[in-house]
């Protein structure tokens, strides 16, 4: 492996492990919000006990995601001091302004769970609602910086000089509103769909209508509707981020689709796999005409192929696969909602075979994949750039060599953290059941959330 | 000139900032280890009791300083990116089971002491290797050829210098944390913990104080430029030993308001701050204009004047609505009798 693989596929790494906690960290907060609204407004302890044990989880796995966001952070400046200093120069602003989302987060954070019994209600759901926005603000301003590497501005470029520097500009680039958007509505289809694994195999363990069951049918609802909601806008945001890149990065959206000659009534190839030796795409089914409706709205939209471009300058045509697989779970998790809702109001079922069950644990980890497809085929397209038609990811590298023997220790601290923060999360829900949460919660004035054991 | 040196006095009140927190959070983390099968004590209780609300919001420190670092003086980033390269991973390496294992140490109780131990020792490691960031920016371990950088480890590691920064770090890291944790038990009346954590500090002061003269004496002998200009403010830096008598008074001397007991910590840990704030002042103007000697200064090394006006404007209004949050914080952990003095827990 060159050096400039090593230093990508390390950066990749800890990105595909940080993005799981990091997109269920501004997932699950929504979550408590709305069950610790819901239980002000309908009184049920159900919901208190699902928002503290949820809030429990929470914490483990910022136990995870804020080092892992501290290694992304720092890495950025060790293995691309090239882009970082372009970043300092141009585009300080999302990450200064995401330091001050991030205190909130933390400040924030520990209120709710250490001092939960000392502060007034109202003021526990203003800390949440703090939690809640600080994880988004740090999520969307991240982003952004993602954004401006897809469609920089703010900025003059000549002779390798960045002159007429506005930070704003870069600030607010073409793309910030409809990717960063498009991270924020898919963190909280995680973070739903992921309460909602956890949910149905629960109720699967459970007799039908014992106590723990009802509890987690009322877990599973409230997540079926929150996460088929934002699957929805989700989808929404997808069509406007693929007509942006239609419109910002062509090569990317010929290469997600396998296009390669430019043709107005282009098609949208679905599945199949590109090749770079015929140019062509096999195995897909083609739908006519429909790339260039989705790109600009008509048919007769020209859609930009590959063969445009010089070929050193194509993304990997692996995106294809990438871009599908995040398309067809995003579609799925639309789907599965409604299905549950036209099963149980529809078809007056009552019960959830176990069949809908299985299929509903699966959804989780399913919107976990997707985004991890989604966030390679968006990094990995913009390949060979890091900045997009500006700097190129190989001049931005370290010139630092060796790096295979970092590479091996980051994967191995990653193995461990992994490991333990599933083991830490079953040992705790295992000694702390559902049942003896719901009792703490029923008996008056018992600690609910300083208590640890 | 004027804003660059604006900058980097920001960037120094984040490095100065850190640098306290993470002494007090390191070494918190450290004690509640070393005590940990003295549960009579309390002293792992009360290290706990400091660490668990606050780390986060300390690990958040860290970020904004290298955030600030790239946003104020993006090429000085550049190179100091290249050079920290090895010691900056190892500290990541570190700084993640660190924190993941302090997070599982608590919620794992059966596991407690394996993990405690993991993040105790993981963590006791990574002063050490933050402080190594200062003699690496003083260039003589930095070799500048054809247009590239390198950090010569060996050279590094072969300098009794770098030795005394790291003993320093370690020393000054326990020392701040066992005076901060003194306090801290005083208010949460754990006075057996209160005892444990005074004598801690009786013992680390005098041998801090020893690094710390030992990191002037190999500066002395390797690094001449920064000594010399160091020693141009030799009245604070006798000011700032002088502080160190405020801190044995504080430590010994009888409590006037409270009848038989020894110790004001409240006044040591105030007159720590003061001694270390007055010790990198000195410090960090000698090292002035270089960020990493004698290649990098501040002003080769500032930002664009445009975005160093929009990042500044961003801390102002940033901290002002943070401020009332840190307030509330900290009177909700620092100062309020009911989190102090539960009991059990």
Redesign the interface.
Known sequence: MSDLLIARSLFGTTMAFHIIFATIGVGLPLMILVAELLYQKTKDQDYVVMAKRWT?AF??L???G??????A???L??????F???????M??P??????A???E??????Y???AE??APWMRIASLVLVAIGALSSAVLITNVHAFQGTPAGFRYEDGK?LD????AAFFNPSFFVTAGHVALSAYVVGAFVVASVASFKMMKNKIGSRVYLFHQKALVLSLVVGGIFAFLTALNGHESAQYLHKYQPEKLAAAEGLFETQSHAPLAIGGFTDKETKEIKGAIEIPWALSFLAGNSFDTVVVGLNDYPEELWPPLFIHTLFNGMVFIGSALIMVPLLVFAWKKLFKKTQYPKLMLWGLVTTGPLAVIAIECGWIFACSGRQPWVIYHILSTAESA???TNLGA?FV??II?YM??GF??V??LL??FRKNTELDDIERAEKKGTPLF?S?? | MADALIAITVLWGFVFIYAVMATMDFGAGFWSMIYINREKTKATNIANRYL???W??T??F???L??A???????A??????I???P??LI??L??????????S??????KKPLTYISGIAGIIIPGLLISVLPITHGHYVDFADG???LNLNKLFSSPNEYAFIGFAITSTLFLSSLLLADYSKASNEMEAYRVYLRDGKILGPISLIMALLIMITLKNEVGWIYNKMMEDLPLLLISIGFFLIIGYGLYARNPFQKGERGMPRLAVIAVTIQYLIASYVYGKAHLPYIIYPNVTIESAF??P??FR??FI??IV??A??FP??I??WS??MN?K??LRQKG?
């Open positions: 429990k914490a483990v910022l136990g995870v804020i080092p892992t966001g501290t290694i952070g720092v890495q400046s060790l293995l691309w001091p090239g970082m200093e372009v970043i300092g120069r141009v300080p602003l990450f200064q302004i995401e330091i001050y991030f205190f909130i933390a400040l924030f954070m520990s209120i769970v250490y001092a000392r502060i960045f520097i506005d930070p704003w370290t010139t630092a970092l220790s980051f601290v461990i953290l333990s923060v083991f830490v040992y705790f300083s640890n054991s | 668990s609300p606050t986060e919001v690990n958040t860290i970020v904004a290298v955030v670092v790239y946003s104020l003086f993006p090429s980033a550049n190179i100091l990116g290249t920290l390269l090895i900056g991973s990541l390496l700084l993640a089971l660190r924190s993941a294992f302090l997070v599982f608590n919620i794992a109780t059966e596991y590239t950088v390198n930002t664009d445009n975005s929009a990042v961003t801390y940033g901290f609505i943070l949050g840190f509330y914080f909700l952990f309020d009911r989190y827990n």
